[in-house]
T-cell receptor
Framework: GQNIDQPTEMTATEGAIVQINCTYQ??????LFWYQQHAGEAPTFLSY????GLEEKGRFSSFLSRSKGYSYLLLKELQMKDSASYLC????????????FGKGTTLSVSS | EAGVVQSPRYKIIEKKQPVAFWCNPI?????LYWYLQNLGQGPELLIR????????DSQLPKDRFSAERLKGVDSTLKIQPAELGDSAVYLC????????????FGAGSRLTVL
């Protein structure tokens, strides 16, 4: 089976930096995605990594190491609105373009 | 550009009753997905369509769930009869056939079975 692990919950304060880790053991790999999901809302796309290294997009960055089966999402200058669930998802060849999701990490940002 | 539209947003039914969810994907997106999301969990794939063809329905419980995508655009997911364990959010997503094939999700249909 496919396995994607993330911490269940994290807390941080406004203005801080937080790193959300994701490890995966899957039969094949065609890319890793991060989504943000506020309570009661749709998951929204944050980042995509298919090659090793760091992808930076504003306050958010995502890193991938394919040899280690590891990714992280880095959030800088945290704001209250960043309180949400962060979903790590992997694409594997057998599933075509579909994504396999982890259980998500609930981030709470306090003032 | 309009996003993925789903209806209804909320549905409360009694067990053994039927229920249907509708999804209108982003215009031009060939691939459509139905996911199920339980509280505190990540989305789980139910079925994937390429145009009007269901190319992966291996996770769809076919004894009570059915889906269709007429003319390769809108899609309907049906449950008949519903069971208590079907209470969840049903998410629809679509993706284009370009680039990273990024999935865009609708807001979901929240089902409560009493």
């Amino acid at each position: 089976g496919q396995n994607i692990d993330q911490p269940t919950e994290m807390t941080a304060t406004e203005g801080a930096i937080v790193q959300i880790n994701c490890t995966y053991q899957t039969s094949g790999f065609n890319g890793l995605f991060w989504y943000q999901q506020h309570a009661g809302e749709a998951p929204t796309f944050l980042s995509y990594n298919v090659l090793d290294g760091l992808e930076e997009k504003g306050r958010f960055s995502s890193f991938l190491s394919r040899s280690k089966g590891y990714s992280y999402l880095l959030l800088k200058e945290l704001q209250m609105k960043d309180s949400a669930s962060y979903l790590c998802a992997v694409r594997i060849p057998q599933a075509g373009t579909a994504l396999i999701f982890g259980k998500g990490t609930t981030l709470s940002v306090s003032s | 550009e309009a996003g993925v539209v789903q209806s209804p947003r909320y549905k409360i039914i009694e067990k053994k009753q039927p229920v249907a969810f509708w999804c209108n994907p982003i215009s031009g997106h060939n691939t459509l997905y139905w996911y199920l999301q339980n509280l505190g969990q990540g989305p789980e794939l139910l079925i994937r369509y390429e145009n009007e063809e269901a190319v992966d329905d291996s996770q769809l419980p076919k004894d009570r769930f059915s889906a269709e995508r007429l003319k390769g655009v809108d899609s309907t997911l049906k449950i008949q009869p519903a069971e208590l364990g079907d209470s969840a959010v049903y998410l629809c997503a679509s993706s284009p056939r370009v680039g990273a094939n990024v999935l865009t999700f609708g807001a979901g249909s929240r089902l409560t079975v009493l």
